[in-house]
């Protein structure tokens, strides 16, 4: 791999997991939303009372829904802010690897040219340990998305079941009905993010 | 790269410069190695771009274990951008660099590399059985700078004093004072910010014994081309852009 597919791949690399905060704090803020969903829903279901008593229980659902995505995401982006960390390390041993070997090449026939072997091969080695640090914190940060998708699925499902209770609110159904859009909206929202970290982060993968 | 050796005695001065691969867009700089018995210190060691021809051209004449100590004059990125990698080519040596530039320079990388903080007063540094002054030069041009001294081999790395600006391929050494004048006027009228600084650092320096004066960019100064220089730049006003 010669000096301008690597540099090119870094910056892609330094792009990419810079792209992934981003995500992620969208996703946050999303999950903020289905949170105040579920309040907003749960005071329509106090006030509606026997006409929402299906919907009562759903707001607990979507509550915890909403909690458990934020801690999710609060894990997500402490590992996704490990790997800019790793993504500068893994620039820097290789960049000092790749000007070693370059420096090697260009002392050779120098009276002490051969002393720089050995720096060459622990920068080769520092090199390769923390592509392999980063490799195995990208497929971390793969299950740990793969984990959010699950409650936004779930969310999904909670959101088809809101719609149905709230038909049978009376006047109340528009209300519920709208938390049970937003909480769909804010589901596939949070899918669609968290599937776009993914593909970012196959990429990293395939590149490497 | 051309190395020329600008001192022989029970130790070396080595200058390096010239780099004919480097790129046009990048000022000319030139590096110098103190080599004695078992230890080596680069003064400032370059720019990134540089690290890769400056490495190997020192090999001709140590053994990269024996590079031991670095010195960076001020923050400036010709003068110590290559730190993080020598960070990673060095990772036993010490970096000698102002004290106040300290949380500025780590930005470029230094994990490894012991970093001796120089105060403003200035200190020395002990190679083997060498002792090199650091002499505070304050304002030329970086707000915390500092030179090297070799009291033995009568040689003062003045940094970015006495610099010109040259064309590619230039002598090391100045030949025609009066002609070299004019590459250095609006160098140091334009970098050099305070008037006062200057006639500082002249004072402390006419102190010295001075038989080369090796500034980081342009010719080496001898003999009574020193005397001739400081009374030149004394009489220049610097700081003239306001």
């Known amino acids: 791999m010669n000096m301008r597919t690597t540099n090119k791949q870094n910056k892609s690399q330094f792009i990419a997991v810079d792209s992934i905060a981003a995500e992620l704090g969208a996703v946050m803020e999303v999950a903020k939303e289905i949170s105040l969903a579920a309040a907003n829903a749960k005071a329509i279901a106090f006030r509606a009372r026997e006409k929402a008593k299906g919907f009562q229980p759903i707001t607990d659902f979507i509550n915890e829904l909403a909690k458990e995505t934020l801690e999710l995401v609060n894990d997500i982006n402490e590992n996704s802010l490990l790997l800019y960390q790793l993504t500068v390390n893994e620039y820097r041993t290789a960049d000092a690897y790749r000007k070693l070997e370059q420096a ?11 002393s720089i072997q050995a720096r060459v ?29 699950r409650p936004a699925r779930a969310a999904r499902v909670i959101a088809a079941n809101s719609r149905i209770e709230a038909s049978q609110a009376g006047e109340y159904m528009q209300s519920l009905q709208a938390v049970a859009e937003s909480v769909d909206n804010a589901a ?5 993010n968290v599937q776009r970290c993914r593909s970012v982060l196959s990429i990293i993968v395939i590149a490497e | 790269m051309k190395m020329t050796k600008i001192y022989e005695g029970s130790y070396q001065w080595i200058a390096y410069g010239r780099d004919q691969n480097k790129p046009d867009n990048i000022i000319d700089t030139n590096q110098y190695v103190v080599r004695a018995a078992n230890r080596c210190l680069i003064l400032d060691p370059g720019g990134v771009e540089l690290f890769a021809p400056m490495l190997a051209a020192v090999l001709n ?7 031991t100590d670095l010195f960076a004059s001020h923050q400036d990125p010709d003068v110590i951008s290559s730190l993080g990698l020598w960070d990673q080519a060095l990772p036993k040596a010490k970096l000698h660099a102002p004290a106040l530039w300290e949380g500025f320079l780590r930005h470029y990388g230094c994990d490894t590399i012991e970093y001796v903080p120089i105060p403003d007063k200035g200190g ?30 009568k040689i003062l790395m003045s940094g970015d004093v006495g610099a010109a ?6 002598p090391m050494f100045v030949d025609k004072f009066d002609a070299h004048v004019e590459k250095m006027r609006y160098f140091h009228q334009r970098w050099m910010p305070s008037n006062q600084a200057k006639r500082a650092w002249i004072e402390r320096v006419r102190n010295l014994e001075i038989d080369m004066l090796a500034p980081q960019h342009g010719r080496i100064f001898k003999g009574d081309d020193v005397k001739r220089f400081l009374d030149w730049f004394e009489a220049l006003p610097v700081g003239v852009a306001i």
């Open chain 2, 61 to 67: 004449h140590v053994p990269v274990e024996q590079i």
């Open chain 2, 165 to 170: 600006l040259e064309a590619p391929g230039a």
């Open chain 1, 121 to 149: 091969e622990a920068a080769k080695i520092k090199m390769q340990a923390s592509r392999g640090q980063f490799r195995w914190h990208v497929s971390q940060l793969l299950n740990q998305l793969e984990a959010v998708m």
């Open chain 1, 104 to 114: 090697a090449q260009m002392a050779e026939g120098a009276a002490h040219g051969k």
């Open chain 2, 124 to 153: 020395v540094i002990n190679l083997d059985s060498v002792e090199l002054q650091i002499i505070p030069a304050h304002y030329l041009h970086s707000s915390a700078n500092f030179h090297v001294y070799d009291p033995h081999a």
């Open chain 1, 188 to 192: 596939q929202i949070i899918h669609d």
